[in-house]
Nanobody, 121 residues
Framework: QVQLVESGGGLVQAGGSLRLSCAAS????????MGWYRQAPGKQRELVAS???????NYADSVKGRFTISRDNAKNTVYLQMNGLKPEDTAVYYC???????????????WGQGTQVTVSS
């Protein structure tokens, strides 16, 4: 019903920057909260940042001051600007969205397929 497609991952040196994008498509009536999670090898998936439809944001302590989440409601897209990257930021980054589907207006939670971010020291 709703698909999330991430892009923008890659390999970067410590101190560098990357910008992730996640576009939602399908039978969308509206999208409420959107967010980015990450999962490093051998670790649990964790919240990196989230943003409400109105623009209120929340960040993990480990990324505050370095990462910025934003969204374009007209494009059903969420972004994650990552500056000052550290090797410990290496993980698969997943997009997440609470979307209301068309017609029924039922609310569901969706995940993207993930994009790899690797930070070399």
């Amino acid at each position: 019903q709703v698909q999330l497609v991430e892009s923008g991952g890659g390999l970067v040196q410590a101190g560098g920057s990357l910008r992730l994008s996640c576009a939602a498509s399908g039978r969308i009536a509206s999208i409420d909260a959107m967010g980015w999670y990450r999962q490093a090898p051998g670790k649990q998936r964790e919240l990196v940042a989230s943003i409400t439809r109105g623009g209120s944001t929340n960040y993990a302590d480990s990324v505050k001051g370095r990462f910025t989440i934003s969204r374009d409601n007209a494009k059903n897209t969420v972004y994650l600007q990552m500056n000052g990257l550290k090797p410990e930021d290496t993980a698969v980054y997943y997009c997440n969205a609470d979307a209301r589907v068309a017609v029924s207006y039922s609310l569901y939670n969706y995940w993207g397929q993930g994009t790899q971010v690797t930070v070399s020291s």
